[in-house]
């Protein structure tokens, strides 16, 4: 499936977008805003488009009308930490046709997008409870990360390499990868990009800043 996401967290959004890449995904572009999103869709016209809910200017709900004309076969699917009263409704009317919940794990999302373009309207369960699940898998997975372990894990975020985190950190690049690979074992994942978003989505890091946030 041709895919655009858009979302203004840029390490996030480039981190999912290789991992549909890597599940057989067409990813035509990544936007940082709805207004970045629109060349992308009248040109790629893709199957979907995968939004964040809000941004620093308004919502994806006060664009939706622009964006689906923009390209009027494409689905829309917003990604967002907890669904607010009246939200999902007010989408639905605008035409969105799923809702997904950040903190899900990758395989959840894909069957969600799976999902819609099948032609389903779905509402992720997480969204409507308000995220408690990637609360409670936040701090469980904080607990298990050493000091050293976290600073990796927030260099990761703001986009740095395993040779620059061993340079950065004083240690060799086998000590790096050995750190490196320590934290993709304890939060379940296969690798660094899956791992950033992992820790977006479940507010371990700040993906702005790269600062941790866990506690």
């Known amino acids: ?46 199957d979907l488009c995968l939004i964040d809910l809000r941004f620093p200017d ?5 664009w939706m009308a622009r964006l689906r004309a ?11 930490g907890f669904l607010e009263p009246g939200v999902m409704e007010s989408g639905l009317a605008a035409g969105v046709r799923g809702f997904a919940h950040k903190g899900q794990q990758t ?23 308000g995220g408690t699940r990637p609360n409670n898998e936040a701090q469980r997975a904080a607990r298990f990360l050493t000091p050293r ?13 395993t ?4 340079k950065a950190m004083g240690v060799t690049r086998s000590t790096a990868r050995s750190h490196v690979q320590s934290v993709l074992s304890k939060l379940g994942v296969h690798s660094q990009r899956e791992a950033v978003i992992e820790a977006a989505r479940h507010g371990l890091v700040s993906v702005e800043t790269g600062e941790w946030l866990a506690g």
Do not use: W, Y
């Not at 308004?58 to 006060?62: K, R």
């Not at 040779?163 to 061993?166: C, G, M």
């Open 107 to 129: 395989g959840d999302i894909l069957a969600v997008l799976s999902r819609v373009a099948d032609g389903e309207i779905v509402v992720d369960q997480d969204a409507r409870r």
């Open 1 to 46: 499936m041709k895919m655009v996401i858009c979302d203004d967290h840029a390490v996030f959004a480039e981190s999912l977008s290789l991992v549909l890449t890597d599940a057989g995904h067409n990813v035509v572009g990544v936007a940082c805003s709805p207004a970045d999103a629109m060349p992308l869709l009248r040109g790629g016209q893709p």
């Open 149 to 161: 372990e976290r600073e990796v894990l927030t260099r990761l975020a703001r986009g740095e390499s």
């Open 58 to 62: 308004g919502t994806a709900l006060d």
């Open 70 to 80: 923009a390209s009027p076969g494409t689905r829309f699917i917003v990604l967002t």
């Open 163 to 166: 040779q620059a985190l061993a």
